[in-house]
């Protein structure tokens, strides 16, 4: 499933929507500016545009648990000035109406409006706490010089005549080193099209040059002047979801985005599992098939929908786990699971990506950000880059939340890294009703206690498809505090309205069918709950471990870099309360969405970047936690929600103490 | 020149807790030091032992276990008698083996009206032990726990998928409960922080961590009650300070050890001797990790556990 066009009809919807948009504004139609309060956002809009909308795109967090259609009632807003037209919704009574009240789904905008967004209608994201969302620009490496490793070179060559008889390539090489581009590389494919684009292009081309650390390769020739088309891909191949941008590697912005679960999971949840799969007759290619055809459909989609033919691609960046990378390129991975657990090549060198199955021209050539162990790979480097923690005297702890669950801890002078198998839980993976973090996943979960009912949040507001990480976060934290799970996280107040026995025993109604977007009720089951602890503990005893190993407690940190693909928020009260993240100062958080993907497409603008990600893949040294006696015994300690030790978890456990004082009666 | 013996230093103490009524009732628990480190702290209450009776006659004991009760085996009020009587009984542990599906699987009613014979005729404190099986100890233990109101019976063993609703009906009929946890001392603690958040009294719970015989993994049991005991003690955790029952005997006397006939394998030695002394050695073992109740079965080994707590604790 790609996100944002979930199926045709839609596409077809977004077609017309976009189409009407055109032809309004071809027609001149009118504009006004609407101001969010308290928010004080103001946003530019046009006549009869949906308020609903309109907040979302503002970044202003509203509720509207059945996605817009006006039954729920969640969405009021109070107009304070202006005009609007609105639907008549059954969720307001006349007095309400007469206030001023509308619902915001069902309001089109018809003139400058002040709306004021009541609290009662703010987005589930824990009741006026901090929530956090994806910040990647607020960590984001700095300082770095935009460079791309490849570039385009435009040449007018002088044409042979009986005189000057000098050949093609001789030609191309006098201009060539007008540009100080006098050692290079170049591929018989080069030379085979040579002599057609030069007379093509009246002697007038674009050579296509990458910087390797060994010199310069001609990898393209083009008739003309193509220098402002230069684009490339960057790619996240993930255990469990594979995550690609396009990109103008001119400009320097990513044209568009793509994800999909990687084709690899029917082999093996984890990378143990697949390590043991590629030693099964056929296994290998199998694997590398699986991951080539996802990265293919997601290319097909980015492309179509940038309107970027895939033959205008120059580059491919990619970082993933060492097992993802060596699956990828067709290298056995065998050697990774047995001691001493080697992978068989850090820094890879740069290779035509054709040759893999990639459906791109052969001119492409990819790169893989390099990996520092068996089980901190490329991924993890590539985060470390694009935050610039290598940069910053800070001491950082930097935490992956994903199936493998990487950390690593350290600044400028010194880095430490562990890894531990968290599971596919955090994307949806083993969830009954798990799903990536894209359209209409549920990440946010507020539990009124008064009416014993939750309101559920979505990704893009979408009705209810299934429960991504941020979600299930979100969930069992939610729970937790109202009582109805325990501390082990079992079901344990069997009299809520909502608990009730299905396959897998106790479950928790989360949306009835009728609500959703699939037709099946979403229900969150005593496995998951489960599943979810399993993760949160390995992610905690990692780390707790990995600190302990260098002497650090969790107050010595300046600051903790969260990365994932769990959702688009993280509530980081939330994650305290369930023992995924220490109990300290809140303001010491940052959470950064993708960082393996963010360092993937820096390093996709900068050649400096990609120097620094061989660096810091140098500089970092490992811990293996299989190896260490502490490890087992954090990880069961963690085992419970926050914490079998409460004096690690002091705030959270205070504030767990007061709610179940308050709820006994 | 004069040497400094070493001290720990303890932070901690073990919750004295009171267990039966009346005036046999027995305190265990009250520790401010490691195990017999009477140069470091105290041990008001010295260890106790309690001694097996049965429901219904055991049928795969070796003949050495069954002679001191041949008389008595089914007849769970005169064994229980036996034991107060002829072998100075201090407690008494009810094991209702019989519930168990895989068994007799004898109804909850029946096993309380048996519990309620035994805990009437035996005025010493009776703990009340179930078959293990999580589903059947809760329907029986429940009903125990009801007809035997006032009592003041200890239950167990109450594990995480049961400890509710025994718990429930423990705290609604004043009994003191068994928390039983498989050999972890964060699992151990973790159910103890549910046991609170249920309510039941700090002075109410005792822990089981779940024990072996010698030869059968001992060594795991001995660092795991160590380390609850550390904790316990000199880092001040709370919700670990709680008085340690093994149920040992039934995992003495099943091992191969204490059944194969002398004739069969003579390297063994003495069939007569060898299931007491694994009894009693296996005891004496978790004595030292902590044990403060021990649920035992042969009058000879109880008598050399007892002759070798009083030389400790004297």
């Not at chain 1, 009541?118 to 589930?124: D, L, Q």
């Not at chain 1, 080697?342 to 054709?354: D, H, K």
């Not at chain 2, 009477?38 to 004991?61: H, K, Q, S, T």
């Not at chain 2, 050695?281 to 004595?287: F, I, P």
């Amino acid at each position: 499933m790609i996100w944002c066009v979930p199926d045709n009809g839609i596409r077809r919807l977004v077609l017309f929507a976009y189409a009407e948009r055109q032809m309004n504004r071809f027609m001149g139609v009118k504009k006004y500016k609407v101001v969010f309060k308290p928010d004080d956002v103001a946003v530019d809009v046009e006549d009869g545009d949906n308020l609903l909308e309109l907040a979302r795109k503002a970044g202003v967090a509203l509720t509207a648990s059945c996605g817009g259609d006006g039954v729920c009632g969640t969405c009021k807003v109070l107009i304070e000035k202006g005009e609007t037209e609105s639907l008549p919704g059954m969720q307001l009574d006349p007095g309400e109406v007469a206030m001023g009240l509308r619902l915001a789904c069902q309001c089109l905008v018809r003139g400058d409006l002040v709306v004021i967004v009541p609290e009662t209608s703010r987005m589930a994201t824990g009741g006026g706490r901090r929530a956090l969302a994806t910040a990647e620009e607020l960590m984001a490496v700095t300082g770095w010089t935009h460079a791309p490793p490849i570039s385009k070179v435009y040449l007018e060559l002088v044409p042979p005549t009986l005189e000057d008889n000098s050949s093609d390539l001789t030609r191309l090489e006098r201009e060539l080193a007008k540009h100080n581009i006098d050692d290079y590389r170049v591929e018989l494919g080069f030379l085979r099209k040579l002599p057609h684009v030069v007379r093509e292009g009246g002697w007038k081309v674009t050579i296509t040059v990458l910087r390797e650390p060994s010199g310069s390769r001609l990898t393209r020739i083009e008739p003309g002047d193509t220098r402002n088309r230069l684009f490339g891909l960057a790619f996240d191949i993930g255990t469990t979801g594979v995550r690609g941008e396009l990109l103008d590697l001119n400009e320097g912005k990513v044209l568009s985005r793509g994800v999909e679960y990687n084709g690899q999971r029917i082999y093996g949840d984890d990378v143990i599992s697949r390590i043991a799969y590629s030693g099964k007759p056929d296994g290998m290619a199998k694997l590398q098939q699986a991951v080539v055809a996802t990265m293919n459909r997601i290319i097909a989609e980015m492309t179509q929908r940038a309107q970027v033919p895939a033959g205008d691609l120059s580059y491919l960046t990619v970082a993933a786990n060492t097992t993802m990378i060596q699956l990828f390129l067709g290298i056995d991975p065998k050697y990774l699971r047995l001691a001493p657990y080697v992978p068989s090549a850090g820094v890879l060198p740069m290779f035509p990506v054709r040759a893999l199955g990639i459906d791109v021209p052969e001119h492409v050539y990819g790169y893989t950000i390099p990996s520092v162990a068996s089980y901190v790979g490329g991924d993890i480097v590539s985060g470390l880059v694009g935050t610039g923690i290598y940069q910053r005297q800070e001491t950082v702890l930097y935490i992956d939340i994903g199936t493998n669950g990487e950390t690593v801890v350290g600044n400028a002078d010194w880095m430490v890294s562990a890894s531990c198998s968290a599971g596919p839980a955090f994307e949806g993976g083993g969830i009954s009703c798990g799903m990536l973090a894209t359209e209409g996943a549920i990440e946010g979960f507020h539990y009124d206690p008064k009416i014993k009912q939750p309101t559920l949040t979505t990704i893009g507001g979408a009705k209810p498809r299934g429960i991504c990480g941020a979600g299930l976060i979100d969930i069992v934290s939610g729970l937790l505090t109202a009582g109805i799970i325990n501390q082990k996280g079992k079901f344990q107040s069997e009299s809520d309205p909502r608990v009730r026995s299905g396959v897998e025993g106790l479950e928790y109604l989360l949306t009835p069918a009728g609500e959703t977007d699939i037709n099946k009720d979403i229900v969150i089951t005593e496995i998951d709950i489960e599943n979810l602890i399993r993760a949160k503990a390995a992610m905690y005893a990692g780390y707790q471990t990995l600190l302990k190993s260098v002497g650090l407690t969790f107050q010595d940190l300046d600051k903790v870099i969260i990365a994932g693909t769990f959702g688009s928020h993280l509530d980081i009260e939330e994650a305290i309360t369930i023992g995924l993240m220490p109990d300290i100062d809140r303001n010491k958080f940052f959470f950064i969405g993708n960082g393996s993907l963010l360092g993937a497409r820096l390093s996709s603008f900068s050649s400096e970047l990609i120097e620094a990600g061989r660096r810091v893949a140098r500089m970092v040294t490992n811990i293996e936690l299989s190896e260490n006696g502490d490890f087992m015994s954090h990880y069961i300690a963690s085992m419970f929600l926050p914490h079998t030790d409460s004096s690690l978890f002091p705030e959270a456990s205070r504030r767990l103490m007061e709610l179940s004082k308050g709820g006994i009666h | 020149m004069a040497i400094e013996t070493p001290r720990i230093s303890y932070t901690g103490s073990i919750r004295p807790i009171t267990l039966g009524a009346g005036d046999k009732s027995v305190t265990v628990g009250g520790e401010t030091s490691y195990p017999f480190y009477l140069f470091e702290g105290a041990m008001p209450n010295p260890p106790r032992i309690a001694m097996e009776v049965y429901d219904a006659p055991p049928a795969d004991w070796p003949d050495e276990a069954v002679a001191p009760f041949k008389d008595v085996l089914n007849d769970p009020v005169a064994w229980a008698k036996k034991c107060i009587n002829d072998y100075g009984a201090e407690m008494i542990c009810l094991q209702l083996a019989s519930t168990d599906p895989n068994d007799a699987n004898r109804s909850a009613e029946e096993a309380a009206q048996t519990v309620k014979q035994v805990a009437e005729a035996a005025n010493v404190p009776l703990i009340v032990w179930g078959s293990g099986n999580v589903e059947k100890d809760t329907e029986v233990l429940r009903t125990v726990a009801e007809v035997c109101q006032g009592k003041h019976l200890i239950l167990g063993p109450l594990v995480e998928g049961n400890y509710k609703k025994i718990g429930a009906a423990a705290m609604a009929y004043k009994h003191t409960i068994i928390a039983s946890t498989p050999l972890d001392i964060n699992l151990a603690k973790q159910l103890n922080i549910l046991m609170g958040n249920l309510g039941v009294s700090e002075s109410e719970l005792i822990m089981d961590p779940l024990v072996s015989s010698i030869g059968y993994g001992i060594e795991y049991v001995y660092s795991v009650m160590e380390r609850i005991r550390m904790a316990a003690l000199t880092q001040q955790d709370e919700k670990l300070q709680f008085p340690l029952i093994c149920n040992i005997a039934r995992e003495t006397w099943k091992t191969k050890e204490a059944k194969v006939a002398e004739a069969e394998d003579p390297k063994l030695g003495d069939t007569a001797k060898r299931g007491i002394m694994l009894e009693a050695m296996s005891s004496m073992v978790l004595l030292v990790a902590g044990a403060d109740i021990l649920i035992m079965r042969h009058p000879e080994a109880i008598k050399l556990i007892r002759e070798m707590i009083s030389d400790l604790t004297n």
